[in-house]
Structure formats: structure tokens, C-alpha cells
């Protein structure tokens, strides 16, 4: 006799059979034009990539991204030829790129907030990615703050002067840094949008992060990957060992 089935963890396998049946529209899952359990009511299923385009450049944050981009590529044209090992660069931060999406969540996204004195320590991207959490559906919280972007413009820019040698270097390295972020934002964002996975690399990237938001924070911390640094770091388990976290739209929730 099976054991019964708490009604969070019926939730969660509800949630994700859900997100599983957009994967092959299954006619069966449709309400009204809407999945069941679905909280956004009314809102489409099935976005073709062209209105999910549209809607990404409805928000700040690509154009921050692409404003950084086209002045890093500027100042990268009119810095002259630079070497062959700016090569590099590029290749070097794309290769490690699962890593510091794996910290940068962690450490960063998921961090608890801490008393310091009479002061909280509770930082912006972590307060906004709490609000992500709960509402995984509310496509302008799936996008960097905008008022973090502001400071983290002339920081990357200080970064690069400092462990580069050449002009040429630095811009080398800001157009690659703003070329990852604005890959980071797009794959993010889609992967919160109703748009269809169709290739078999984006469906395992997609069903990475739904076990992320809808079975476990704890686990499944990559984005752009399918859970690359996850398996290096033991947080990619198989998922129907891992038990529905209590917490997984309510971070750092003490009162459970």
C-alpha cells in the first residue's frame, strides 16, 4: 500500500506534470485557454517566439544589458588590434560560467538575511529573488533590478581596468562580460515565459529550473545549463528522491 501524499508534495507533482504537458500539449491539461493550477489566469499558454520577443523588450533590463554591450564593443573598435591571447577572455569565462551562476545563486540570490548590530544585512538582489520565488510567473521579477545594474556597470568597468593590462584587454573583457549577462537574461527570462521548449538541450535547461521552483531551492541552482555545476557540487539529485521543500516559494520562511 503506497504511502498518502502530503497535499504540498501533491501540489509540487501537480505543478510539474503541469509544466511537462506544455512540453507536449497535452490537450488534456487546458482549461479555458489556461493549465490548471496555473496563477496567471487568462494569460497565453503557448507564446510563439515572436511575442515572447516582443515582451522581453517591454522591461529595463535589455536595455541597460545592450546599452553596456554596444559601449563595451565601441571602445573595443576604437582601442586599436589588440592579441591573440584576448582570445581567451571569452572562452575562459563562458567555460566557467556554470560555476559562478552555481555561486552567485547560492551565495548571492538565495542569501539568508542577517542582523549586523541594530542593521539587517539584506541585499536588493536577494530581496528581489525572494519575490521571485513566491511569484515565478511575474515576468518582471525574473529580470536583473534595474538599480542593481546601475552600480554593477561602473564596478565591471573598475574590475576590468584593474586586471587587465591593456585598453584593448579591458573592453575585450567587458564586451564578453556583458555578452554572458545578456545571454543569462534572455535564457532566464525564457525560461519563465510561455514559450514551448521544442530542442531537446532547451527542455532539459527548462526542466532544471521548474525542479528549482517548484520542488526544491535547495537544488538545481544552474540556469543557462542543465545542471552542469549542479552535479559537480552534489546538488542535482534525482528528483523523485528529493521531498518538496516547504519553503521552495518562501525562502529563509522561519515560522515552518
Known amino acids: 500500500m503506497s504511502e498518502p501524499v502530503s497535499p504540498r508534495e501533491a501540489h509540487a507533482r501537480r505543478r510539474l506534470a503541469e509544466d511537462e504537458a506544455r512540453l507536449d500539449g497535452s490537450p488534456g491539461s487546458r482549461?479555458?485557454?489556461?493549465?490548471?493550477?496555473?496563477?496567471?489566469?487568462?494569460?497565453?499558454?503557448?507564446?510563439?517566439?515572436?511575442?515572447?520577443?516582443?515582451?522581453?523588450w517591454r522591461h529595463p533590463s535589455p536595455y541597460l544589458l545592450t546599452t553596456c554591450l554596444a559601449a563595451a564593443i565601441t571602445g573595443r573598435l576604437l582601442s586599436g588590434p589588440?592579441?591573440?591571447?584576448?582570445l581567451a577572455i571569452p572562452l575562459g569565462l563562458v567555460a566557467i560560467l556554470p560555476v559562478v551562476e552555481w555561486v552567485v545563486h547560492v551565495?548571492?540570490?538565495?542569501?539568508?538575511?542577517?542582523?549586523?548590530?541594530?542593521?539587517?544585512?539584506?541585499?536588493?538582489?536577494?530581496?528581489?529573488?525572494?519575490?521571485?520565488h513566491a511569484d515565478p510567473r511575474a515576468i518582471p521579477l525574473v529580470f536583473i533590478p534595474w538599480q542593481a545594474q546601475l552600480w554593477l556597470a561602473p564596478a565591471w568597468t573598475a574590475l576590468a581596468w584593474l586586471v587587465t593590462p591593456t585598453t584593448a584587454a579591458m573592453f575585450t573583457l567587458l564586451t564578453?562580460?556583458?555578452?554572458?549577462?545578456?545571454?543569462?537574461?534572455?535564457?532566464?527570462?525564457?525560461?519563465?515565459?510561455?514559450?514551448?521548449?521544442?530542442?531537446?538541450?532547451?527542455?532539459?535547461?527548462?526542466?532544471?529550473?521548474?525542479?528549482?521552483?517548484?520542488?526544491?531551492?535547495?537544488?538545481?541552482?544552474?540556469?543557462?545549463?542543465?545542471?552542469?555545476?549542479?552535479?559537480?557540487?552534489?546538488?542535482?539529485?534525482?528528483?523523485?528522491?528529493?521531498?518538496?521543500?516547504?519553503?521552495?516559494?518562501?525562502?529563509?520562511?522561519?515560522?515552518?
Do not use: C
Open 31 to 56: 482549461l479555458d485557454g489556461t493549465y490548471v493550477g496555473d496563477r496567471s489566469a487568462g494569460r497565453r499558454t503557448h507564446q510563439t517566439m515572436g511575442a515572447v520577443f516582443a515582451e522581453f
Open 82 to 86: 589588440g592579441s591573440w591571447w584576448e
Open 107 to 132: 551565495f548571492i540570490l538565495h542569501w539568508r538575511p542577517r542582523r549586523l548590530g541594530p542593521l539587517t544585512v539584506d541585499p536588493l538582489l536577494a530581496r528581489k529573488h525572494r519575490a521571485h
Open 176 to 256: 564578453a562580460v556583458y555578452a554572458i549577462k545578456s545571454a543569462y537574461e534572455w535564457t532566464h527570462y525564457l525560461l519563465h515565459s510561455d514559450y514551448r521548449p521544442k530542442s531537446a538541450w532547451y527542455r532539459k535547461v527548462w526542466r532544471n529550473h521548474r525542479l528549482h521552483h517548484y520542488k526544491s531551492e535547495h537544488y538545481w541552482f544552474t540556469v543557462t545549463s542543465a545542471g552542469t555545476a549542479d552535479r559537480l557540487f552534489g546538488t542535482a539529485p534525482d528528483p523523485s528522491t528529493v521531498p518538496t521543500s516547504p519553503t521552495v516559494q518562501r525562502l529563509h520562511d522561519l515560522s515552518l
